[in-house]
């Protein structure tokens, strides 16, 4: 069965960093692009992050400069590393699978929680 | 980026009902449109891709279509279990964008 098990979620000083993992099985990481989606507290879906089977990675223009989106294919798991984190990044942070071509998330983890609060 | 305008933003409708949801994107996306259910505290569920093809396991009661850059999600006999909310989705371009959503609960 698919899964997307994510982690390292939790409670966060305004400024501070957060490094979040996507485990994955019964698919590899490395042959799909890889996404990352955000849900802040009541509110709808923000797209955040994808890497590509070629390692590129593009960020939504909220996140620029502050989130990197990596994977390590030896562990076959995605991750989130988040600097400079604002109380606007507070949310439930998902990774999802989007399959080369299809440009759909057919599989997506259960989420994580982020809150930034001082 | 492509905005796409979700409506309504709520309803309410009874078991049976048939229900239809509009996304309109603000440029052309080709059929690069996918709609998803959603329930409280859950990821969302891939329901219709490529604007009207059916995931697998997805009962035949939703549909989807296309009018230029109007989309429909339609559920022809509501069931219990369909109560949710419903997000579309553009992945034509980066950056990948989502409806406001619309939340259909129990009339």
């Known amino acids: 069965e698919v899964q997307l098990v994510e982690s390292g979620g939790g409670l966060i000083q305004p400024g501070g960093s957060l490094r979040l993992s996507c485990v994955v099985s019964e698919f590899t990481v490395s042959s799909n692009y890889m996404n990352w989606v955000r849900q802040a507290p009541g509110k709808g879906l923000e797209w955040v992050s994808v890497?590509?089977?070629?390692?590129?990675?593009y960020h939504a223009d909220s996140v620029k400069g502050r989130f990197t989106t990596s994977r390590d294919n030896s562990k076959n798991t995605l991750y989130l590393q988040m600097n400079s984190l604002k109380a606007e990044d507070t949310a439930v942070y998902y990774c999802?699978?989007?399959?080369?071509?299809?440009?759909?998330?057919?599989?997506w983890g259960q989420g994580t929680l982020v809150t930034v609060s001082s | 980026d492509i905005q796409m305008t979700q409506s309504p933003s709520s309803l309410s409708a009874s078991v049976g009902d048939r229900v239809t949801i509009t996304c309109r994107a603000s440029q052309s996306i080709s059929n690069y449109l996918n709609w998803y259910q959603q329930k409280p505290g859950k990821a969302p569920k891939l329901l219709i891709y490529?604007?009207?093809s059916l995931q697998t396991g997805v009962p035949s009661r939703f549909s989807g279509s296309r009018s230029g850059t109007d989309f429909t999600l339609s559920i022809s006999s509501l069931q219990p279990d369909d109560f949710a909310t419903y997000y579309c989705?553009?992945?034509?371009?980066?950056?990948?964008?989502f409806g406001q959503g619309t939340k259909l609960d129990i009339k």
């Open positions: 989705q553009q992945t034509y371009s980066i950056p990948v964008t």
């Open positions: 890497i590509y089977t070629g390692g590129q990675t």
């Open positions: 999802a699978r989007e399959t080369p071509g299809e440009k759909n998330f057919d599989h």
């Open positions: 490529g604007a009207s």
